[in-house]
């Protein structure tokens, strides 16, 4: 949902109580759900001028923002009233260079904050003596749970120092496990939204005046956040070999986004997609390489984009997603993981419950399924995902066979990644609006 915001010619300052925190790769404000108005649809106001939004600076240089998608987040945690769940967390990202905010999806690196901003709150109380805490949190941007564990020092306080270290971020912190529970259709309410675990996009060719079109293989997957992934073998010549950062090349990224917000059902036309750049989320997809700072083989080799840019690093969700695709044969990434050759000239339209997984993970006709229930599988793995400054470790839980619809034949039980965070400041933001 993009929310925008107008001026009248009085405006008063007001403020309202914060923190930044650094959590993950990302940078932002963490606010208490009792500090802003009641409905969600008033936010933007407050928001917008505290980042610096307000005024479509792209410098964001009157507020708190970064100038960057991931230094331009809000975290907003309430107290829950539901049973086992701890905190509530809303994710609200903030548009850079327009007056505008996004709740269409969750940021798993913010998320990776909210334990310990709930603990140094005092939303959520250890018991004595422990030496961590489980959060429970209620992401509301998805309805799904995440379970964080949060080291605590002598004083039962929060461990920030450490000697944990994640790709993307300078120095070190004190590990912090985020487990996502179920992430598994997140805002679509299923694992892969169109039925297939693989298949062709076609898009309009944005640089074209003739009505051409292009093709690309993907996969579209729904595990923390909606993902279109790529297969940058399939991109047009002159495209595929061009950086990421390019506007030609994020023209073309943005075109298989739009399609695909359609396909997936987040968006009812390609011009009602373009209104919401936060989901669903593209990422091109390479072949997996050896890392050469720890001579680690990668699962994936992964370049995601936010906001219409290349992610300088990778959100969390998407490690989720990715790891969770790496997985399941039949994907983008599993193919190229298994070294598969692309096949976008053809795919099958099999869905998936009439499809097992051959060795290559190509998907094979099943033929029809006996009345005898298939035994179910629990499959526990450990996936490397390489993106532009480093690699990215998940523990990845699957369960497969034992279901009768599309989704049910692949669960998605849990996937954990560790992460740091650090409290930067805490205060009063101070900004003006409306009267």
Known sequence: MAVGVSHNARR????????????GTSRGLFIQRQYLPEFTADWAPQLLAAMGSADCDKRQIDGVGGAT?????????????????????TFVQVAVGSAAIDLSGSCGNM????????????????????????????????????VETVQLN?????????????????????EI?????????????????TGQRREIITADDPDSTDGATFSVEATLIDVANPF???????????????NAGSEKFMRYAEAIRKVGAVRMGLAKSVEAAALVRGTPKVAMALAPVVDEQNGQASDANIQAFSMGKPHPTLQI?????????????????????????SSAAQLPETPLSMSSASSDGEAEDAGPRSDAAPRKVTVARQVIVQHPTGTIEIEAQLTFGGGKGVDEEVVVDKCTVSRTARRIFEGKVLYYAEA
């Open 12 to 23: 008063v300052r007001k403020a309202f109580p914060a923190v930044l925190m650094r959590a």
């Open 69 to 89: 998608s991931t230094t331009s987040k809000v975290a907003v945690v309430g107290v829950s009233q539901l049973p086992g769940i701890d905190v509530e967390y």
């Open 111 to 146: 998320a990776s904050g909210v334990g310990p901003f709930a603990v140094q709150e005092g939303m959520v109380k250890a018991e004595p003596g422990a030496t961590t805490v489980d959060v429970r949190i209620l992401n509301t941007n998805t309805e799904r749970v995440i």
């Open 154 to 174: 002598e004083f039962g306080d929060v461990e920030e120092d450490g000697d944990f270290k994640i790709a993307g971020a300078q120095g070190s912190g004190s």
């Open 177 to 193: 496990k985020v487990s996502f529970v179920e992430p598994a259709g997140s805002m679509t309410d299923k694992l892969f939204p």
């Open 228 to 242: 279109i992934l790529v297969d940058i073998r399939t991109m047009p010549d002159g495209v595929r070999e061009l």
């Open 317 to 341: 969700t998407g490690a989720v997603c990715i790891a969770a695709s790496v997985s399941i044969p039949g994907t983008v990434t599993a193919r190229l993981r298994s070294g598969t050759k």
